[in-house]
C-alpha cells in the first residue's frame, strides 16, 4: 500500500503532504540565501531543502515549514496532577498527559532522552486528534490535559488545536515546557493553556548554553511574559545535579530573581536528578542538597518550595505562610490531610493560599493509568 498524499493550502500556495501528520507550521520566513528560517525558538534554525530543525519535527519541504508529528504521540497516560508538577493547581486532580517526539533543547542530563530525543517517526505508535484527546479528557473525568514528556513549543500547531478542543469540552490545559520560545510564538501558544510548569534549568549562562545548547535570557523572558501578562497559574522546576546547578550561590540568585520578577507566591519545586543519557558519570542529587536549596529559597522570601523525585513528606507538602499549618500533606503523589476551607484559605488563620483549588480535593491519588485511544 502507497503513502497516502493530500493537498493541502499553505501561504497562499498548494502543497503536497505525504501523510495526515504532515502540516502547515507557523512562525519562518524565507532568507535571500534560499534556505528559510525558523522562528518558532530562539535557535533560529536555517535549513535547506529537505533539512529538519534541531527539534526533529519540524522541516522544509517544497520550500515551506512543516509540522511531521501532527496528531501522533509516544503515548497517553493518566497521571496526578502533581507529577508535571503542579502543586497549587487542582490538588489530587487527575490529568491526561501526552507527548510526541523532539526537542528543541540539547540537554546532557535529559531523564526523556528517549521521546525527547527520538529519531524516528514509527515510535509515535499513538494519534488522535484534538477532538479525540479533548472527548477522552472529559469522558475519563481528568480536570485537565498536560503537553508534556518532550517540550510542547515544538508541536505548536497540534498542541493548540488540542487545547482550542478541550476549552469546547471544558478540559483545562496544562504546558510542561522549558520555555524556550519566541516572542513572536509564545503569545498564540499560550493564550490557550490555563497552568504551565516552565523547567528553569539553571540559574547561570554557561550552564544553559554548555549542557542544554540554549541560553538563560529567553526562558526568563518567558518567565516575565508569563507573571506579568497572562493570567496562567505558573510552577517552576529545576533538576538539581551535583556539582552542576546546586551552589549556594547559584540558588542565592535565582530564588532572589524569582522573589523580585516572579513574586514570592510561585511555587518552585527542586527535583532529584539521577544519571542518564549522556551524564552518567554524575551521582544522584543526595536528599540533603534538596532540603539545603529548600531552606535557601525558603530564606530568600519564596512561600511555597518543594522537593521533588525523593520521599520527602515534609518538603512536597504545603505550609500556611502565616501560621506555619501544613495545610495539603503529600506522600510522594498522594494526598492526605486537608487544611484548606472551600475559598482556598486556611482553616487554621484563614490566609489564602495562591492557587488554583476546587472546595474538596481530588482523589486520583499516585495512579497512573496508560490509556489508548480509539478512533
Known amino acids: 500500500m502507497g503513502t497516502p498524499v493530500a493537498l493541502t493550502e499553505i501561504k497562499g500556495q498548494t502543497m503536497t503532504v505525504h501523510d495526515q501528520h504532515t502540516v502547515p507550521a507557523r512562525y519562518w520566513h524565507p532568507l535571500e540565501d534560499g534556505r528559510v528560517q525558523c522562528d518558532l525558538c530562539p535557535r533560529f534554525c536555517k535549513l535547506h531543502e529537505g533539512q529538519r530543525g534541531l527539534c526533529f519535527v519540524r522541516k522544509l519541504e517544497a520550500g515551506q515549514m512543516v509540522l ?5 504521540s509516544s503515548g497517553f497516560c493518566v497521571d496526578p496532577i502533581e507529577k508535571k508538577p503542579l502543586n497549587h493547581f487542582y490538588p489530587g486532580s487527575s490529568v491526561l498527559s501526552f507527548g510526541t517526539a523532539g526537542c528543541n533543547l540539547s540537554c546532557k542530563f535529559c531523564q526523556n532522552w528517549d521521546i525527547s530525543k527520538s529519531r524516528e517517526m514509527h515510535d509515535l505508535t499513538s494519534q488522535a486528534t484534538p477532538e479525540q484527546l479533548a472527548r477522552t479528557a472529559q469522558q475519563l473525568g481528568c480536570r485537565s490535559v498536560a503537553y508534556t514528556y518532550n517540550d510542547p513549543v515544538i508541536f505548536l500547531e497540534y498542541a493548540v488545536d488540542v487545547a482550542r478542543a478541550c476549552r469546547e469540552q471544558g478540559v483545562k490545559n496544562v504546558a510542561v515546557t522549558a520555555g524556550y520560545i519566541t516572542e513572536q510564538a509564545r503569545t ?64 542565592e540568585r535565582m530564588s532572589q530573581w524569582i522573589v523580585e520578577h516572579l513574586g514570592a507566591d510561585v511555587p518552585l519545586h527542586f527535583s532529584a536528578f539521577h544519571p542518564d543519557w549522556k551524564m552518567r558519570d554524575k551521582p544522584s542529587t543526595p536528599p540533603e542538597t534538596l532540603q539545603r536549596a529548600r531552606a535557601i529559597a525558603r530564606q530568600n522570601g519564596l512561600h511555597y518550595v518543594y522537593t521533588g523525585n525523593v520521599h520527602d513528606t515534609e518538603g512536597g507538602s504545603t505550609w500556611c505562610t502565616e501560621c506555619g499549618q501544613r495545610l495539603i500533606e503529600r506522600d510522594w503523589y498522594a494526598l492526605g490531610d486537608w487544611q484548606l476551607d472551600g475559598q482556598g484559605r486556611c482553616r ?22 496508560p490509556v489508548r485511544l480509539l478512533s
Open 68 to 72: 511531521t508529528s501532527y496528531g501522533r
Open 188 to 251: 498564540e501558544f499560550f493564550r490557550y493553556m490555563d497552568a504551565v510548569n516552565v523547567d528553569l534549568k539553571s540559574f547561570n549562562e554557561d550552564f544553559y548554553y554548555k549542557i542544554c545548547g540554549a541560553h538563560l535570557q529567553p526562558v526568563l523572558d518567558t518567565l516575565c511574559y508569563l507573571k506579568q501578562e497572562t493570567g496562567l497559574w505558573l510552577e517552576l522546576t529545576t533538576l538539581l545535579i551535583p556539582g552542576e546547578n546546586d551552589s549556594d550561590a547559584e540558588l
Open 348 to 369: 487554621n488563620c484563614q490566609t489564602t493560599v495562591a492557587g488554583i483549588f476546587a472546595e474538596q480535593p481530588g482523589d486520583w491519588g499516585r495512579r497512573r493509568m
